[in-house]
């Protein structure tokens, strides 16, 4: 059976974004592409790190309750390399 621990081993695609607050100072935005950019969890922060620790913690709160509810979980896509 696929768990939280299934999800978090997986490959997951990383994308941050550099943003600025209304004030001038900088934050980040991670998100996971497998999700959308709506219903997918968010990690944002002070520097690319911090954003990412918290789009961790965000994609696993989100699966733990896609499971409970039963709702299907998106994966990523098997990584392709170059034929040599």
């Known amino acids: 059976m696929k768990d939280v621990q299934y ?6 695609e ?5 943003d600025l607050h209304q004030d001038g ?3 980040y935005i991670a998100r996971h592409p ?3 950019d709506i219903s997918g ?3 944002a922060g002070a520097s690319p ?7 961790r913690e965000a994609r696993r709160s989100l699966i ?11 994966e ?3 990584v392709r390399t170059a034929a040599a």
């Open 25 to 27: 100072t900088v934050y």
């Open 7 to 12: 999800y978090d081993s997986l490959p997951w």
């Open 14 to 18: 990383v994308r941050i974004e550099r």
């Open 41 to 43: 969890p968010v990690g």
């Open 64 to 74: 733990t309750v896609l499971l409970e509810r039963g709702d299907p979980i998106p």
């Open 49 to 55: 790190e911090e954003a990412l620790a918290e789009l």
């Open 76 to 78: 990523p896509r098997p």
């Open 34 to 36: 497998e999700f959308g």
